[in-house]
């Protein structure tokens, strides 16, 4: 069983920049995909970013702005959100997938997650 905490989340300003942090336990994280799912009020939940054995994907609204990392001896997931827009606000969630070879092509789909975090709020005022 794997359990992972948010933190990093806040209030911004539009342009400005955040570093979510996911850390992770109970589980081989290194052998985990990882990806970053958001969720604003009346809206589905939306992938953002994930990251594989080595690729990393993006939607295409954060592409250029946004790039997800991890440290594998620390246990630990990144989302580093830079030129923040007020669209970006939203409850980010970060997310383990158990299954590498479905996470290839689903990567995008929250039901391919297994283990998920209590998510973190960001805000971004225009």
């Known amino acids: 069983q794997v359990q992972l905490v948010e933190s990093g989340g806040g209030l911004v300003q539009a342009g400005a920049s955040l570093r979510l942090s996911c850390a992770a336990s109970g589980g081989s994280f290194s052998n985990y995909p990882m990806g970053w799912f958001r969720q604003a009020p009346g809206k589905d939940r939306e992938f953002v970013a994930a990251?594989?054995?080595?690729?990393?994907y993006y939607i295409d609204s954060v592409k250029g702005r946004f790039i997800i990392s991890r440290d594998n001896v620390k246990n630990k997931v990144y989302l580093q959100m830079n030129s923040l827009k007020p669209e970006d606000t939203a409850v980010y969630y970060c997310?383990?997938?158990?299954?590498?070879?479905?996470?290839?092509?689903?990567?995008?789909?929250?039901?391919?997650?297994?283990?998920w975090g209590q998510g973190t709020q960001v805000t971004v005022s225009s």
């Open positions: 997310a383990a997938d158990a299954n590498f070879v479905r996470f290839r092509t689903n990567f995008q789909r929250h039901d391919e997650y297994e283990y």
């Open positions: 990251i594989g054995r080595p690729h990393t």
